[in-house]
């Protein structure tokens, strides 16, 4: 009887630490966590399109140049997609995490897509801490514009590659379909791990308040 009252007891103390924990981390934090914001069904049609399309760039159809070189041959554009069914997903997918953003930071601005990419990460790949739209310093950077920003896991059956903000001290683990959203300032320093093991694919996403940035994917989004 009191071996059965203690492991009662054991297990209602872990669960109660398991929930404030995860009442900590994802209810009350300062960024969008949405698990299975995208069914399994639309990850697979996105990783299969990136797949046999990395050839191409996004907007001259000419092979990949990307501004950083490490994502060379990495990367499909929003803007190079040329299945229907594929772009009209994206846009979709787009403008429903604008809202979202829009909704969870109650922002009174407009929040637009700017940019929307697939993309590979092979074994060896990360990414350092970084905001996306400054230098490690603080200063502006080339895209400075951007307000906000996204990731979505478009797979998990890979080890490493996990998602991390510099001042917190947990990872975000793979899970297909999750959604990430958050500023795109130094409030929201960021990172990838290392992929050891599999390929991971991701859809990153970046947003302004201003129409007049990146006229061209506007254009496209409209059509």
Same mark, same amino acid.
């Not at 209810?27 to 399109?49: A, G, H, R, W």
């Not at 906000?148 to 590659?161: E, P």
């Not at 302004?208 to 409209?222: F, H, I, P, R, T």
């Given at each position: !009887?009191?071996? $059965? ?13 398991? *929930? =404030? ?5 994802? !209810? ?10 995208? #069914? ?11 797949? #046999? ?9 000419? /092979?990949d140049s ?18 229907? =069914? ?19 930071? $109650?922002? *009174?601005? &407009?929040?637009?897509?700017?940019? #929307?990419?697939? /993309?590979?990460?092979?074994?060896? #790949?990360?990414? +350092? ?6 230098? &490690?310093? +603080? $200063? ?19 080890? %490493?590659?996990?998602?991390?903000? =510099? ?9 297909? %379909?999750?959604? /990430?959203?958050?500023?795109?300032? !130094?409030?929201h320093v960021? %990172? /990838?791990?290392?992929?050891?093991? +599999?390929?991971?694919?991701? !859809? ?8 007049? =940035? ?10």
């Open positions: !009887m009191i071996i $059965k009252f203690y492991n009662n007891i054991k297990f209602y103390v872990i669960y109660y630490i398991y *929930y =404030k924990l995860y009442y900590i981390i994802f !209810m009350n934090s300062d960024y969008i966590y949405t698990p299975n914001f995208l #069914t399994s069904e639309e990850c697979n049609l996105l990783v299969d399109y990136l797949k #046999t399309n990395l050839h191409k760039n996004a907007k001259s159809g000419k /092979v990307n501004v950083n070189p490490r994502f060379n041959n990495r990367v499909v554009y929003y803007e190079g997609v040329d299945d229907p =069914k594929i772009k009209s997903l994206m846009k979709r997918i787009h403008l429903d995490v604008a809202k979202k953003l829009k909704d969870f930071y $109650k922002e *009174y601005d &407009e929040i637009l897509p700017e940019a #929307t990419h697939l /993309v590979k990460w092979p074994v060896g #790949t990360s990414l +350092g801490n970084h905001a996306d739209n400054a230098y &490690e310093n +603080g $200063k502006p950077n080339y895209v400075s514009w951007r307000t906000y920003s996204a990731i979505i896991y478009l797979n998990d059956d890979y080890r %490493g590659g996990e998602f991390y903000f =510099k001042r917190l001290a947990y990872d975000l683990q793979p899970e297909k %379909g999750l959604l /990430v959203a958050f500023t795109a300032g !130094m409030k960021h %990172g /990838v791990r290392e992929v050891k093991t +599999g390929v991971r694919y991701a !859809m990153p996403m970046w947003f302004v308040g201003d129409k007049n =940035k990146d006229k061209a994917y506007q254009d496209s989004l409209e059509s």
